[in-house]
């Protein structure tokens, strides 16, 4: 699902039993009688929350007497996981948006992890089987399962998808003054970064204080794991990534890592003073209303919609990062989202589950995946053309499943997942090979190899 601040993705959920800050909750319909109340809960999206808004009138009005509360927080900030965990201690909610999960979030016993955020809570029993709900017969079931299988079941409907790590917005009207098209290799895209900061614009934009510049390190690594590689063997790449790592074969300063650093390196170097104070809340109003400058924008797609909201004569475009330098290589990654779950606790189960499937009725749904501007997860529903997604149309079937991480044991630090990046020039003063040497040490340490 789309959202207005996002370093989300890159957030694991908190644990239950969070108290709730006042004034998260954005929204609430309320009900006199909380006996007919059903509580949904999902992050903060404008365009979103008003499309699933409209769902629950309608299905307000089929069937009378019973009221819906949609519950919403950003993600940024740590909103979204406070008000998650503390629906989940009240056991006060019904339908409940998820990250999409992967097999990879259950890591195999001899990583000494236990499984985290969505994965935790389907592996612990806290969602229902949706495995053989007939609203699941309009969706892949392959996908469904790799989204949010576990062992035989199917603990959620993954309904959006977006193209996150890889993911850049660009201005068609900016590339056209200066003669330049659409960057397809990492040299074309380093050249035009150059062309641009000659003539006094500043090339790039990024949301550094939520973390955003991992788009461009996440999105440079994917298109180099990938390289020579069809999009079908993606899962197996990332499998057997986690498994050289496990087995000490691969750390985070091999080859491939140090290569990746040299790129982000170079692509940072063009980033907008004061990057590091950027939120993602406001990055893409910022980055709309400045039509003159800022030629692209790291973000993920679900924002695509929020950017011609805030910019209705903005004429832009969406493409993914070329981190390669093989034009047929740079594909993008696709991120499944939000996915819809019904807690086990619930006490109207069958509500819930007759709102889900109003939700994914080909009318609701085709309105609201136009409204989020996510990739459909429906093969009858087809994915719709937007003024912004005339790459995306012609590209998003070439891509792959986004990437899972190597599998870090719990109680590791931070450094064990990757380098830091807030920690990385120009953010911080390390290098890149000194954080890449810091992180490969931490990981290596962390292991025992």
């Known amino acids: 699902m789309a959202r207005n601040t996002r370093p989300s993705r890159l957030v694991a959920a908190v644990t239950a039993g969070v108290t709730i800050a006042a004034g998260l909750t954005a929204c609430s319909s309320g009900s006199s009688n909380p006996a007919d109340t059903l509580v949904i809960a999902e992050w903060t999206n404008?365009?979103?929350v008003a499309q699933t808004q409209a769902v629950d009138a309608l299905f307000e009005k089929q069937h009378p007497g019973v009221h819906i509360q949609l519950e919403d927080a950003p993600t940024a900030a740590n909103a979204w996981p406070t008000l998650q965990a503390s629906l989940l201690a009240s056991k006060n909610v019904d339908v409940l948006a998820q990250f999409a999960q992967n097999p990879a979030d259950y890591p195999p016993a001899s990583v000494n992890k236990k499984p985290s955020g969505t994965a935790a809570l389907i592996a612990n029993g806290q969602f229902m089987d949706l495995s053989k709900q007939s609203f699941m017969s309009r969706f892949d079931t392959t996908t469904q399962q790799y989204t949010m299988g576990y062992k035989n079941g199917i603990y959620g409907v993954t309904?959006?998808?977006?193209?996150?790590?890889?993911?850049?917005f660009y201005k068609k009207d900016i590339l056209a003054k200066y003669g330049?098209?659409?960057?397809?290799?990492?040299?074309?895209?380093?050249?035009?970064?150059?062309?641009?900061?000659?003539?006094?614009?500043?090339?790039?934009?990024?949301?550094?204080?939520?973390?955003?510049?991992?788009?461009?390190?996440?999105?440079?690594?994917?298109?180099?794991?990938m390289e020579n590689k069809p999009a079908a063997e993606a899962a197996s790449v990332y499998l057997q990534r986690a498994e050289d790592f496990l087995n000490g074969s691969q750390n985070w300063n091999s080859p491939l890592y140090q290569e990746a650093a040299q790129r982000y390196e170079q692509?940072?170097?063009?980033?907008?003073?004061?990057?590091?104070?950027?939120?993602?809340?406001?990055?893409?109003?910022?980055?709309?209303?400045?039509?003159?400058?800022?030629?692209?924008?790291?973000?993920g797609s679900y924002d695509g919609n929020t950017i011609a909201q805030d910019n209705s004569k903005l004429n832009f475009g969406f493409f993914a990062i070329p981190g390669t330098d093989t034009a047929s290589w740079?594909?993008?990654?696709?991120?499944?989202?939000?996915?819809w779950t019904v807690p086990t606790f619930s006490k109207h189960q069958t509500l819930a589950l007759q709102w889900i499937d109003l939700f994914t009725q080909q009318t609701q749904y085709a309105a609201w995946i136009k409204a989020t501007g996510s990739i459909s997860t429906e093969p009858s529903v087809p994915t719709p053309t937007l003024s912004w997604t005339d790459w995306l149309a012609t590209n998003a079937?070439?891509?792959?499943?986004?990437?899972?991480?190597?599998?870090?044991?719990?109680?590791?630090?931070?450094?064990?997942?990757?380098?830091?990046?807030?920690?990385?020039?120009?953010?911080?003063?390390?290098?890149?090979?000194?954080?890449?040497?810091?992180?490969?040490?931490?990981?290596?340490?962390?292991?025992?190899?």
């Open 330 to 339: 740079n594909r993008a990654a696709l991120a499944p989202d939000l996915s």
């Open 267 to 299: 692509v940072m170097s063009y980033i907008e003073p004061g990057a590091g104070g950027a939120s993602a809340q406001s990055a893409p109003g910022e980055w709309a209303v400045q039509s003159d400058n800022y030629a692209f924008f790291v973000d």
């Open 46 to 48: 404008p365009a979103a």
């Open 159 to 168: 309904v959006a998808e977006y193209v996150n790590n890889t993911g850049l």
């Open 180 to 225: 330049l098209s659409v960057p397809t290799t990492f040299t074309e895209f380093i050249n035009d970064l150059k062309t641009l900061k000659s003539h006094g614009v500043t090339p790039i934009y990024v949301a550094g204080k939520d973390g955003y510049q991992n788009i461009i390190w996440a999105g440079i690594v994917n298109q180099l794991l």
């Open 397 to 449: 079937s070439t891509g792959y499943v986004n990437s899972s991480q190597p599998w870090i044991p719990d109680g590791a630090s931070k450094e064990a997942g990757g380098p830091v990046l807030t920690a990385m020039q120009p953010f911080g003063s390390q290098s890149p090979s000194d954080a890449l040497s810091q992180a490969a040490g931490a990981y290596k340490s962390t292991v025992g190899h």
